[in-house]
Each structure stands twice: as structure tokens, then as C-alpha cells.
């Protein structure tokens, strides 16, 4: 029975070091020049603000608040509006959701490990690329108790939004970075593609959608795992 036991015993250990090996060889890992940040669901969690405000909206206009969100997340506030309620005038309403959005503190916080792996990253080799307007940007990262960055690239800087990458293609120039060398990290299936069409990396958060709705892009839950080692102008990020 011992000796059953024991080559047992040994195959369970090997399977356990190979299960090992293959989670740990495929944990992200990047190595960039600077790193690009979405803000909501990326850095900042306004989920109950955002589908506070939506409803609240939906209500209103008795729009299916479904539909709304499953559009709304990670574009900018006109470019919803355009697919929801082509009927409405689109400059008003948007200013109307964007006036209550700086009004509104409910539920914000930072996404667990966003405030320590900002600290580890040099000061003028990250940034942030939001469909929010800059001054709700500045508003949402001072209640998550997080820095507001030199650079950031709000909706108000941009003639079209995610998933067009024009929002990321300019803050790579104001680092004065190469597309390549940058890092996006998204939350959105808008904001990957946005990140993959300028020619970025691109690392997922798994906190507004599942894994399955991020168009295969390496993902984590959040950054309570991630590691950045920084030198000589070259950042790794490893997730473990």
C-alpha cells in the first residue's frame, strides 16, 4: 500500500509542478517605456456612480438602461448618446450627464493596487487616456485619493473617442514615447482596440467586463498582484 501510495504520490507532485509552471509562464508581463492608464475601471472605480447616473437618465427618458450600459462603458459620453438617443439633442444632454457626473462622490474609489503601482512608476513616464472630460478626470482621481498625472488626455482633447486611438496616440507624443513603447492598460473592449490600433501593448482589467468580453487581451482582476521594476528608462511590469 506504501509503495502504491508513493508513486502515486510522486505523479500528483508532477502534475502540481507542471499545473504550476504553465499558471506562472503565463502571468502578463511587459516591458515598456511608459504606461498609459484608462481612468474609470482602469485606475478609478466608479461603477455605482456611473450606473447611478445612467439610471437616473434612463428613467427619465424610459430608455432600457440594459442596452445603455452595455454601449456606455469606456466611450465618451456624446459617442453613447449618438447610439442610444439619436433623437435627443445630443450637446445638451451630455452636458447634463456631465454636470451631475461632478456632482456626484457616490461610490468612488480607487481599483485595489492602483495608488502603490502608480507610486512605483517614474512620475513623467505614465499617463492617463479617458473618455471623461479633463476636469471630471481631475475630479474622480482626487476622490479615488489618486494623483492627477502631467499628462492626461481627456474627452475634450480628442476629435473622436475610443475606440479610435487618437487619445493614446497623443499621449504617447507628450511623453514623447514611441506607440511601441507604451503600455495601455483597459478595462473596455473600446478601450483595447484603441490601444491595439496605435500600435500599443495592451494589459486588460477584468473589473467592468468577464475575461471572455476582452478580445483575447492578457488580463488581471486588478493590481493588488503586479510587480514594476524600473531602470535605466525601462519599465517591466509583471503580474504574479
Known amino acids: 500500500m506504501s509503495s502504491a501510495w508513493s508513486e502515486h504520490g510522486s505523479d500528483l507532485r508532477s502534475i502540481a509542478l507542471s499545473v504550476s509552471w504553465v499558471e506562472i509562464s503565463q502571468m502578463p508581463s511587459f516591458k515598456c517605456q511608459s504606461v ?10 466608479s461603477t455605482r456612480c456611473v450606473e447611478a447616473i445612467w439610471g437616473r437618465w434612463a428613467q427619465r427618458h424610459r430608455l432600457d438602461l440594459h442596452h445603455i450600459l452595455s454601449v456606455s462603458h469606456g466611450r465618451r459620453t ?35 493596487g492602483a495608488a502603490t503601482l502608480i507610486r512605483a512608476l517614474p512620475p513623467d ?12 478626470a481631475t475630479f474622480r ?16 482633447d ?14 504617447a507624443r507628450l511623453l514623447n514615447v514611441a ?14 482596440q484603441a490601444g491595439r490600433a496605435a500600435g500599443m501593448q495592451v494589459l486588460a482589467l ?5 475575461a471572455s468580453r476582452l478580445l483575447d487581451a492578457p488580463w488581471i482582476q486588478d493590481f493588488r498582484h503586479t510587480r514594476v521594476v524600473s531602470t535605466n528608462g525601462q519599465i517591466e511590469l509583471h503580474a504574479e
Open 125 to 136: 513616464r505614465w499617463a492617463v487616456v479617458t473618455s471623461a472630460g479633463r476636469a471630471l
Open 78 to 112: 456624446v459617442d453613447s448618446l449618438r447610439e442610444v438617443a439619436p433623437h435627443l439633442d445630443i450637446e445638451r444632454e451630455a452636458m447634463r450627464l456631465d454636470q451631475e457626473e461632478l456632482e456626484s462622490e457616490e461610490g468612488i474609489e480607487e481599483v485595489k
Open 141 to 156: 482621481l482626487g476622490c479615488a485619493g489618486l494623483p492627477v498625472p502631467p499628462v492626461l488626455v481627456g474627452a475634450d
Open 206 to 210: 477584468a473589473t467592468t467586463y468577464p
Open 158 to 171: 480628442v476629435a473622436e473617442g475610443k475606440p479610435n486611438p487618437a487619445g493614446y496616440l497623443s499621449a
Open 36 to 45: 498609459l492608464f484608462d481612468m474609470d475601471g482602469t485606475l478609478v472605480d
Open 179 to 192: 506607440p511601441e513603447q507604451c503600455l495601455v492598460i483597459e478595462d473596455t473592449p473600446a478601450g483595447i
